[in-house]
């Protein structure tokens, strides 16, 4: 009886524990590239929303410069209306021809932004 206990041949359980690191390792690596890829998409979303704030911003800018000297007041309010959001400012005069506004921006994917800038008009 002691003669067949150390005689055991059978070697097929050899193989689990290498098919269970093996899968481990797998499911890891799927599991961190979805993360990341995650991660990735939600800071390019961030990006884009930002950069077209910023060139909300810009246009904001040009559009106050051409408003008309006699309706433009010390300080102000006005909205406008763009392809890609809309934007609340509220500007003061701080010179001759400088002025400080205040932009509330909401995109289009409604988020939101404030931003305070100088312009300086001719």
Same mark, same amino acid.
């Given at each position: %009886?002691?003669?067949?206990?150390?005689? $055991?041949?059978?070697?097929?359980? %050899?193989?689990?524990?290498?098919?269970?690191?093996?899968?481990?390792?797998?499911?890891?690596?799927?599991?961190?590239?979805? #993360? &990341? =890829?995650?991660?990735?998409?939600? &800071?390019?979303?961030?990006?884009?929303?930002? /950069?077209? #704030?910023?060139? &909300?911003?810009? $246009?904001?800018? @040009?559009?106050? %410069?051409?408003?008309?000297?006699?309706?433009?007041?010390?300080?102000?309010?006005?909205?406008?209306?763009?392809?890609?959001?809309?934007?609340?400012? @509220?500007?003061?005069?701080? +010179?001759?021809? /400088? =002025?400080?506004?205040? &932009?509330?921006? @909401?995109? +289009?994917? +409604?988020?939101?932004?404030?931003?305070?800038?100088?312009? $300086?008009?001719?």
């Amino acid at each position: %009886m002691k003669e067949y206990l150390l005689k $055991m041949d059978n070697e097929r359980g %050899m193989y689990l524990p290498f098919v269970l690191f093996i899968t481990l390792i797998l499911f890891s690596t799927v599991t961190t590239m979805v #993360a &990341i =890829y995650k991660n990735e998409k939600l &800071i390019n979303y961030q990006l884009w929303e930002l /950069t077209k #704030a910023n060139t &909300i911003v810009e $246009m904001t800018k @040009q559009k106050f %410069m051409q408003e008309d000297r006699e309706t433009i007041n010390n300080e102000g309010e006005i909205s406008y209306t763009f392809p890609s959001g809309e934007v609340y400012v @509220q500007y003061d005069k701080v +010179d001759n021809h /400088t =002025y400080t506004l205040y &932009i509330t921006i @909401q995109t +289009d994917n +409604d988020e939101s932004f404030f931003i305070k800038s100088l312009v $300086m008009t001719s």
